[in-house]
């Protein structure tokens, strides 16, 4: 085995890193039905779970097997797991859920959301724990399906979509701002014709003073039975943001980059607007989509303290935001951390409730059959510096870093080789470690 002693039968059940040896039955086809297989085909080992969703804060065993979570418990016996990899010391998280990304890349359109400013997600996201990302509104109805085969069909990450009420999506300014391209019909039949896959419908940037852009993105949204994602534009009197989230929006739906101070999500004296308790009342739901331009502490930090927290932490992850204040999912929630949200609170708003948030109430938790989507995060402690979207510093005691990630019970990131054998205690010619049953990527 590759550094995994296949646990049939009397097996080792050591957790020290060197279970290495005999090569791999498996690999060799040669794993005959004498020997019971074994039951999991990943076990991580000792580490700590936080599943808001199941209310677990506590040390705990997760056993994979067919992609699926198979067993969480106090203590999973390694002799039952075909692999095991000891996380102690380590959270074990669900795979992060970033509702608000870009990555509509590759049509070499410059200067626009749907080319040269998104990235594509798999060099962003299972680095830092994410599994799932949905983009925000790259795509409209008319380019949708090329989005769908460039990225969305190639990538290993998951990726949704809130399909843009503008036909042509997110290709900057005269696009944008065209309400003749703003159709809810197309829009929902495209998104009818992909459900779970367009997981809502977007609108963004309309600088003008007119509601059409988000009345007909909420009549799309009623009519394909999603939510609609407003990232409200500019900050107009015309259309006030309390009128927005307390009468336009309907209950699920979702204002974005809550935290931006741009449209008077804030009170002159610097209090959280009071629409937005409202609109929480009602149901509307608060998403932080950080972005290059959108957050800010000098928001952020009072409406923490008031109790004010958003539903689901996103980074509006693209080109920019990537390496500026942003950088990335888990350094966004390592600012709420900073900001003394508990990390089961961060955890929560980053896993189940924006799964919850975009209709995928089987992703973002680690209920036995759920895809094993896994983040194992490592918490540290040291001297750090958060920057929020217009370079003000919050500094901060610890911050959260990627140990492994697991999509669909493989391993797709591994920053430390915990899964991995050390290489002088490999056959002198080692060729390829690893086994498919838990390795997505060594072969
Ligand atoms: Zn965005």
Known sequence: MDGDTPRRGAGVKTMTPSRLAAPSLALLGLAGP????????????????????NGTDAPRD????????????????????????????????????????????????????????SVYPDGFTFRSGVTTVADAGCAGWRNFEDFKQRVIDRSRTRVLAFLNIVGHGMRGGPWEQDLADMAARPTAVMALRHPGLVVGIKTAHYEGPDWMP????????????????????????ERPL???????LRPGDIYTHVHSGLRDEQT???????????????????????????????VAVPAIREGFL???????LHISSMNAGMKDMLNVMGKYLAMGVPLPEVVRRSTWNPARQVGH???????????????????????????????????GTERLACELTLRDG??????????????????PDYRKTGDPRWDAYGR
Do not use: C, Q
């Open 361 to 395: 109430e089987e992703l973002g938790h680690l209920s036995v059959g759920a895809p094993a989507d896994v983040a194992v995060l490592r918490r540290e402690t040291g001297r750090f510096g958060f920057v929020d979207s217009f370079g003000g510093r919050l500094r």
């Open 62 to 117: 997760v056993a994979v097997a067919g992609g699926r979570v198979a067993a969480v418990e106090a203590r999973i016996d390694p002799a039952l797991a075909f692999k095991t990899v000891d996380v102690s010391g380590l959270y074990v998280t669900p795979g992060l859920v970033d509702i608000h990304v870009h990555v509509y890349a590759g049509t070499g359109e410059r200067d626009s959301y749907a080319g040269d400013n």
């Open 214 to 237: 988000v009345e007909r993105a909420v009549e799309a949204g009623t009519e394909a039975k999603v939510p609609v994602m407003v990232d409200f534009g500019a900050n107009r009197s």
């Open 310 to 316: 958003p539903d689901s932490i996103s980074t509006d």
């Open 410 to 427: 493989k391993v797709v990131y591994d920053l430390n080789g915990l899964a991995r054998p050390d290489w002088d205690t490999l056959p």
């Open 242 to 248: 309390a009128e927005l989230v307390t009468r336009k």
């Open 34 to 53: 004498s020997g019971a297989e074994p039951k999991y085909d990943l076990l991580l080992k000792g580490g700590h779970v936080i599943d808001p969703r």
């Open 268 to 298: 002159g004296a610097g209090a959280v607007a009071p629409a937005l308790f409202e609109a929480r009342k009602r149901g509307v739901i608060f998403d932080v989509g950080h972005g290059g331009g959108s957050f800010a502490f000098r």
